[in-house]
């Protein structure tokens, strides 16, 4: 996936294009100047947004902000999937976050562009602009999924009112005052999306979960698949709160596996041996898997070690061929 794209319209604007570029951490950004390449002289600039709203996760236009807008218009998904859109005149004189400002980053990005491009930022989101908390900046920022993206309008609105709001989680955590134990609006932070505890719940999960796979060689999709499910079901996890899955390096071209991790995109990671056997502590031992692949527990120390040395909340589980364990980053509540 291409990270950005950066159009511009004029010479002027292709230079602050160029700036952008120096600016910016990933080098996976693409130029369009439309000013000075040929190239794209017959291209539609309709079709190039419509490729690009898919492709990426940041767009910038130099140009004028009614381009921008008529060209993204067609193209719009949502809150939970668009992705961010800032407009900088091509005098770069203001940066504009125009489109998903708290889960695409783009209030962010326009403040630090601005910053280096010694221009204005400009920002229109109630939250940021009374220095309200925004419960979509947080949930990125705490590495957390936002389960019904457009529910944020009643946490948001609520505290716009000055009202307080609900707060239920399952994590440790100092709370601001503000947020409450019972109130009409809500949100809860937990491994899955249950309970219902306010009258609107916006519903948080961390994604700091990492489950431990091993199997036979050749182990079906289906039967992998179904592993995972058993062992989320039976502590009640939501699979959205996982964020890789690992196994030993013997496993990396395992079909089944890697079907799996496409399939619900998650990242998976493999260890050798000798990276497993280096984890101290109690693992469900198996003397025939230690014969095998030299090491006594695959999914439980592959759980562990992707989790950075942290807590089992799953230990081996077995189903069909395939054992399942599931390991905690540590993680908190921080406001």
Not at 41 to 56: I, P
Not at 267 to 277: I, P, S
Request: proline share 3%; with cysteine.
């Amino acid at each position: 996936m291409i990270w950005g794209k950066i159009i511009s319209f004029t010479d002027n604007g292709a230079k602050i294009a160029e700036k952008i570029i120096d600016l910016l951490p990933d080098d996976k950004i693409e130029i369009y100047r439309r000013s000075i390449d040929s190239s794209l002289d017959n291209t539609s600039l309709k079709r190039m947004v419509q490729q690009a709203m898919v492709d990426c996760k940041l767009i910038i236009f130099i140009g004028a902000t009614g381009i921008a807008v008529r060209a993204i218009a067609p193209y719009l998904q949502g809150k939970a999937y668009d992705p961010a859109i800032l407009v900088i005149d091509e005098q770069g004189k203001f940066v504009i976050s125009l489109l998903s400002g708290h889960l695409g980053n783009a209030n962010d990005i326009t403040k630090m562009l601005a910053d280096k491009l010694n221009a204005i930022p400009v920002i229109t989101t109630a939250t940021d602009i009374r220095g309200v908390f925004a419960v979509d900046t947080w949930a990125k920022n705490n590495k957390c999924t936002v389960i019904e993206p457009d529910k944020i309008k009643y946490i948001s609105g609520a505290l716009l009112k000055g009202e307080n709001i609900g707060l239920k989680s399952e994590f440790l955590g100092i709370r601001p005052i503000n947020m409450v134990n019972f109130a009409k609006n809500g949100f809860t932070v937990a491994f899955n999306a249950n309970e219902k505890p306010f009258e609107n719940t916006l519903h948080l999960i961390p994604k700091i979960l990492h489950i431990g796979i091993g199997c036979r060689k050749d182990t079906p999709l289906d039967n992998i698949s179904q592993a995972v499910k058993i062992a989320l079901d039976k502590y009640n996890i939501d699979i959205r709160a996982v964020c890789s899955i690992a196994s030993i390096d013997l496993k990396q071209n395992e079909a089944g596996i890697l079907a799996f991790s496409r399939e619900n995109n998650i990242l998976f990671k493999t260890f050798t041996a000798d990276e497993l056997n280096s984890l101290d502590g109690e693992f469900t031992k198996s003397e025939f898997v230690k014969k095998t692949v030299n090491v006594d527990n695959v999914c439980e120390r592959s759980a562990v070690l992707s989790a950075r040395n942290h807590d089992l909340i799953c230990k081996k589980l077995s189903y069909n061929g395939v054992t399942i364990a599931i390991a905690k980053e540590k993680w908190e509540m921080k406001f």
